[in-house]
């Protein structure tokens, strides 16, 4: 407990402990607040109950096994956590990605990133008292997880982007099912903008509260839609392409006001583009072709082959037993997670488990900005500004 | 050094920090982004400690990786807190995990283990499975022992 200078003359402040079981942390995050009466003096954020060691259990996995931990770090975007894995291995094997299975990926990224998009925007409402917001979100959320089941198997932990390209051919009928998606979701977007856009309770609560500078920002390494906010238009799918994004029309928004409404009008906006480039992908992909790289001892053979050819038979065991051995290097690659830059780096010692995988985890280098917002600010905003962050605890902590 | 296109510089260890204010700070480079900062324990090869920072061009949209090699006898290095303040939580984790001290780092503390853990679990000399099983899932948990020493009680 410290002593600062109040309104009142020198007084005591009080230390308040935020969580870690608090609804609108979004998971298992503590912050101890210092208060001066309902403003925040000083903010520490206290992590590390969600750890889970995902970095280092990738060591005792083979390449392709360590696909399946990756879903489990950041739960609302699996999908963009299996591709950037997927890429940074295929970076140090100098894997070439068939067009069509790149293209299912940018559709399948695209689709997860709406999906994020809702759950962060309904939970966000629901903290700041708006409840009605989240049963809609949720309704649509459910149509993207179907299309996901579709296409994996699995609703959330879908491990469907693998090493080389994707898991599955597309299956059919999945051409209607997304059309579907795509013909309802503008309207819904739509409505929740009538429920929220100009809704003076929620203007209210957000505009003009944690602001940041974009010299600050970009100092504190944020990136994503906190950073865009603040004005500096840094997206990686238009920086630094990858997974054939240079082909797609498509506008970043971007606002200057870095407050938690300009995040959430940057959030909604976003959604948007993500359905166009979703129809542009749509008429890329091809309704025959590969969907994984042409690669012998690294992808594993189609099942006939298997019961025909001797050697197919071999890599298929080579595969599932041994793995395969990347030549020793590193490899760095990031991509736009619906919460910021995602990267991977991979570092290979020449033996089929990796040496090091690490994240970059921009729900974790965001929240590091968190005091930056809040110190100054009422109590009740900082539930406002964990919020626009969009943070993912399973992802702060791996 | 190149490799699959990224381009890495090794940097000596007493050079680090005003090589990534050069990086910053040179109208040239603007270098303005620190995306990620990670190590490498190559153990038992000597230096085995290579720490690796990702370095992002906005301006110019460009990568750069820094590297810096360390020995397991005296793993210290100048923290870049006072080039990129967002280094802050990288250098922290990179403490915890690896027990890299950064000299100049505000508040060098573990970021994700608990104050009291013991040793540093992304070594390669620290086995996956842990040295012994977590307190208060065996013992402890059931001979009532934690109850006595909950302040709960």
Redesign the interface.
């Known amino acids: 407990m410290t002593t600062v200078d109040t309104v009142t003359g020198a007084a005591k402040t009080m230390v308040l402990n935020m969580g870690p079981q608090h609804p609108s942390t979004h998971g298992v995050l503590r912050i101890l607040l210092e208060l001066d009466g309902e403003t925040v003096v000083k903010a520490v954020p206290d992590?590390?109950y969600l750890?889970t060691?995902i970095?280092?259990?990738c060591?005792?996995k083979t390449y392709s096994q360590a696909i399946t931990l990756t879903d489990r770090m950041d739960y609302l975007n699996p999908l963009g956590n299996n591709l950037v894995y997927c890429m940074a291995v295929e970076?140090?094997l100098?894997l070439e990605v068939p067009k069509r299975a790149q293209y299912i990926r940018v559709m399948m990224v695209e689709l997860q990133r709406i999906s994020s998009h809702l759950v962060w925007l309904g939970t966000h409402a629901i903290d700041l008292g708006a409840m009605s917001v989240f049963l809609y979100c949720f309704r649509e959320r459910e149509e993207i997880l179907k299309i996901f089941e579709m296409f994996a198997g699995q609703r959330m932990m879908t491990s469907y982007i693998r090493i080389g390209g994707v898991a599955l051919d597309p299956p059919a009928g999945w051409r209607q099912a997304v059309q579907k998606f795509l013909n309802m979701m503008p309207s819904r977007v739509d409505e929740y903008e009538t429920l929220l856009t100009e809704n003076p309770i929620w203007i209210g609560r957000t505009k003009g509260i944690g602001c940041i500078s974009p010299e600050d920002a970009?100092?504190?390494?944020?990136?994503g839609p906190t950073l865009r906010a603040a004005g500096?238009a840094?997206d990686n799918r238009k920086?630094?392409p990858y997974s054939s994004y240079e082909e797609f029309t498509f506008d970043v928004p971007t606002r200057t006001e870095s407050d938690c409404y300009a995040r959430y009008l940057i959030r909604v906006a976003e959604m948007r583009e993500s359905l166009k480039i979703i129809k542009q992908a749509m008429e890329r992909i091809t309704d025959e072709g590969p969907v994984k790289a042409d690669a012998p001892g690294i992808i594993p053979p189609q099942r006939e082959k298997m019961k025909t050819e001797m050697e197919a038979l071999i890599y298929h065991f080579k595969i599932f037993t041994e793995g395969f051995s990347p030549q020793p290097?590193?490899?760095?690659v990031?991509v736009e997670s619906p919460r910021g830059?995602l990267?991977c780096?991979v570092?290979s010692?020449g033996s089929p488990k990796p040496?090091?995988v690490?994240f970059?985890s921009p729900s974790?280098?965001n929240?590091?900005a968190l005091p930056k917002l809040i110190e100054g600010q009422l109590i009740a905003d900082v539930v406002a500004c964990i919020g626009t962050i969009d943070i993912v605890l399973g992802e702060v902590?791996? | 050094m190149e490799?699959?296109g990224?381009t890495?510089i090794v940097v000596p260890r007493n050079l680090l920090r005003a090589a990534a204010e050069r990086c910053r700070a040179d109208a040239k480079l603007q270098f303005?982004?620190?995306?990620?900062a990670?190590?490498?324990?190559?153990y038992p090869v000597e230096p085995r400690f290579e720490l690796?920072y990702?370095l992002v061009a906005?301006p110019r949209?460009d990568?750069l990786?820094l590297q810096v090699r360390l020995t397991g006898q005296d793993p210290v290095v100048d923290s870049l807190v006072p080039v990129?303040?967002?280094?802050?939580?990288?250098e922290r984790?990179i403490f915890d995990?690896f027990g890299i001290r950064f000299s100049g780092h505000p508040d060098l503390r573990?970021?994700?283990?608990?104050e009291d853990w013991e040793g540093y679990?992304?070594r390669?000399d620290?086995p996956?499975p842990g040295f012994r099983d977590v307190p208060n899932s065996g013992d402890v948990f059931n001979s009532g022992d934690l109850f006595k020493k909950s302040s709960l009680r």
């Open positions: 992590l590390g750890h060691g970095e280092k259990s060591e005792d970076k140090l100098g970009v100092a504190l390494s944020m990136t500096v840094y920086v630094f290097g590193e490899a760095f990031a830059e990267g780096f570092a010692d040496l090091r690490h970059r974790f280098i929240l590091q902590d791996r | 490799f699959r990224e890495t303005n982004l620190l995306s990620d990670t190590c490498v324990d190559r690796n990702q906005i949209r990568r990786r990129w303040p967002g280094a802050n939580w990288l984790e995990l573990r970021i994700l283990l608990p679990p992304l390669r620290f996956v």
